[in-house]
């Protein structure tokens, strides 16, 4: 039922979010980087499994911002996933619906929770041997261009906390 609403929406709300995202990114243009992210932590990660076989995994975590200026996140990669997306919850006429955003602030000095409900990672066309459990590593990159990678505990569908 809730996968139905899923695709229709997913592409018009994407274009809109960059052309909503385009404006506020100036100014905050940190000093390129590929190293790991200096002041930028992440802790409580897990991946819980779809309860569908087949279908997309979803990533949450909290992101601490330790710096003086804001990290903005741009991409994530799960390791035992083909692809990964940053997605966020919306109401759009009474319905909860997901999207994709392209970049995501963590606010200077402070932090960014992804949770059942909220914002997350998607991660698609999942390896099986990603079980209940385990554990995989997942990397988040910044605009910067450093990046954060973090433990992910492997929790099975409907474990969500
Ligand atoms: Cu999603």
Excluded: W
């Excluded at 759009?92 to 929770?113: C, F, R, S, Y």
């Excluded at 209940?132 to 450093?146: D, E, I, Q, R, Y």
């Amino acid at each position: 039922m809730k996968a139905d609403l899923i695709a229709p929406f997913a592409l018009a709300v994407a274009t809109l979010g960059l052309a909503a995202c385009g404006n506020h990114q100036q100014g905050s243009k940190a000093q390129q980087s590929s190293g790991p992210a200096q002041g930028v932590s992440v802790s409580d990660g897990r991946l819980v499994l779809p309860a569908v076989h087949g279908n997309p995994g979803a990533v949450y975590f909290t992101v601490h911002n330790d710096t003086n200026g804001p990290a903005t996140l741009d991409g994530a990669e799960v390791d035992g996933a083909k692809m990964a997306m940053l997605h966020a919850m919306s109401m759009v006429d009474g319905h909860t619906n997901m999207q994709e955003v392209n970049k995501m602030d963590v606010p200077a000095g402070g932090e960014l929770v992804f949770a059942p409900g909220g914002r997350h990672v998607m991660a698609m066309d999942l390896d099986d041997s990603l079980k209940p459990g385990g554990t995989t590593n997942v990397t988040l990159s910044f605009a910067s261009g450093a990046k954060a990678t973090f433990p992910a505990e492997i929790l099975a569908a409907g474990n969500a906390h």
